[in-house]
């Protein structure tokens, strides 16, 4: 191990010794100033681009090996680095804004997905993934001491840390009026960006593509990439924290980079190594996150403008930060940038959350126990053309709700069936998927789902619910599907 023998140098001293290096500094008090306000060490990162490079000649027969030298590049001075340092603040800051309106947003989509099964979801061991857990509800006793272990024990000691020391009228007047825990959309306003990424991860997947989806990131197969958001976040969450502690955006070095960029194709073109490994790929992701939160945000011309001005200004490319070539030509810096939409329908994607669905593989398991793959799916396909079998069309594929099926009997359940044939589900899919998640008048205003599922839906009942609705349609379709107040219902039943 080496000592550090390096003498204490005054600010005078540290001028004197970049002269010495070859740094021209022009106005000694304003340089003296800068040292005194902003440091030694922390502007040494901005003039290292500027140091000279030393070879030197190994052992015989290696090659030679280059090294950055002390010496500083003629033509280097102090006013330069200045300047670089202070694009680097502006920049800090400018992310910074952005960051601070995906936050919120993110609190705000945490509290509502957990928020719908219930206030205390987050509380909930079954409410969350197991891999973020580690209780496994099937047997509960052995599982307990391994969720005491368990990232969400270690979170919720760190959100019950941050209730206690709040010192918001909001949680004083919750803790003095209810005494219970506070309710996770009230949680969620007090974490942290890092503690909001950390549940996020501890989602089961379908809410983690649902919150994917508000933030318009899809897969190929048109669901909320779930996976790719989690990625994106963590990233965020790393670069939130060097700049909320000052640190370098300029030629820094990305330790936890972005993945799945790829898949969204206005970001496709920074998914490559340099892009990730400086930060252009997260002000892209920070350019196209914005501009779905708010379509006429400015952040994006306002980011391509500050690189353009800025780098220019100090006559440095626009390669240091990691902006690939003709970077300025992408759609996502374009002034007149719209960012894409959901490749579903608002109403279709609406019903599809209303359940977990499977694909056809999947189903054909559910149905058939042959050892056949050809023969199961082909299964599935029989029995959705005769409508038994509700699948919604998705992208090239089919999405099977789950509730449909009688896994024991290896079967779909015979009352669905029998439903589904009646709604004519192949050919009125989103229709039929509206009837059972909607809250039915002729059953006590359940959803014929939370009937099915609780096992109280009998054939009688969904008669009676199946020619209500029936007349209800032919007395709007002789009435010429006017001015009804069920005009919504005949649209649904008419696709």
């Known amino acids: 191990m080496t000592s550090y023998d390096k003498p204490f140098k005054t600010h005078s001293q540290q001028l004197e010794l970049l002269r010495e290096r070859g ?31 030393v070879k030197f000649v190994c052992a015989a027969g290696e090659a030679p090996q280059i090294e950055v030298g002390d010496r500083f590049k003629p033509g280097t001075n102090f006013d330069r680095v200045l300047d670089l340092y202070e694009f680097d603040r502006r ?39 197991e891999t973020f857990t580690l209780y496994d509800n099937r047997n509960p006793i052995a599982s307990q001491s391994l969720w005491l272990s368990s990232e969400h024990v270690k979170w919720l000691a760190n959100v019950r840390r941050d209730e206690d020391r709040s ?18 959309w009230v949680v969620t306003e007090l974490l942290t960006f890092g503690s909001a990424a950390t549940l996020l991860s501890g989602l089961k997947q379908p809410q983690k593509n649902t919150i ?19 990625k994106w976040i963590t ?46 790929a997260s002000l892209a992701v920070l350019a196209y996150l914005t501009s779905q939160l708010d379509p006429r945000s400015t952040w994006r011309t306002d980011t391509a403008a500050m690189i353009r001005s800025g780098l220019a200004g100090v006559g440095e490319s626009p390669d240091r930060i990691g902006c690939p070539p003709l970077w300025e030509r992408e759609p996502i810096w374009s002034a007149d940038y719209q960012p894409p939409a959901d490749p579903l329908p608002t109403e279709h994607r609406e019903i599809l959350q209303q359940f977990e669905c499977i694909g056809t593989a999947d189903a054909g398991l559910k149905i058939d126990a042959s ?57 009125t899919p989103w229709a039929a998927g509206s009837w059972w998640c909607t809250p039915n008048h002729d059953m006590d205003n359940s ?49």
């Not at 010192?167 to 996770?184: A, D, I, Q, R």
């Not at 994917?212 to 989690?230: M, R």
């Not at 009804?484 to 696709?495: G, K, R, W, Y």
Request: some cysteine.
């Open 23 to 53: 740094m021209h500094i022009a106005d000694e008090a304003t340089a003296i100033q800068a040292l005194q306000n902003i440091g030694y060490y922390r502007l040494s990162g901005y003039w290292y681009i500027y140091r000279g490079l």
């Open 91 to 129: 920049l800090r800051l400018h992310v910074l804004d952005a960051i601070d309106r995906i936050e919120v947003a993110l609190r705000a989509r945490l509290g509502y997905a957990l928020g719908a099964g219930h206030a205390f979801a987050h509380l909930d061991r079954a409410a969350l993934d």
């Open 167 to 184: 010192k918001h009228e909001f949680v004083k007047h919750f803790k003095s009026k209810y005494s219970m825990p506070l309710p996770v």
């Open 212 to 230: 994917a989806a508000g933030f318009g990131i899809f897969d190929e197969h048109c669901d909320g990439d779930g996976a790719a958001l989690t």
């Open 235 to 280: 990233n965020l969450v790393y670069l939130r924290n060097t700049c909320a502690h000052h640190g370098r955006l300029w030629n820094h070095n990305v330790v936890d980079q972005l993945g799945r960029l790829e898949g969204t194709p206005d970001l496709a073109h920074a998914s490559g190594t340099h892009q990730r490994s400086r930060i252009y």
């Open 371 to 427: 050892s056949n793959y050809k023969r199961r799916t082909s299964a599935v396909r029989y029995h959705r053309s005769r409508s038994e079998l509700l699948g919604f069309p998705v992208g090239s594929t089919y999405r099977f709700p789950v509730f449909q099926f009688d896994t024991a009997g290896a079967r779909i359940n015979p009352l669905v069936a029998h439903v589904n044939v009646a709604l004519g589900a192949k050919n």
């Open 447 to 495: 959803a014929p789902v939370d009937l099915l599922r609780a096992g109280t839906l009998t054939r009688q009942i969904i008669d009676r619910a199946l020619a209500a609705t029936d007349a209800l349609v032919d007395r709007e379709e002789r009435k010429g599907k006017g001015a009804s107040d069920h005009a919504p219902v005949i649209a649904e039943f008419t696709e």
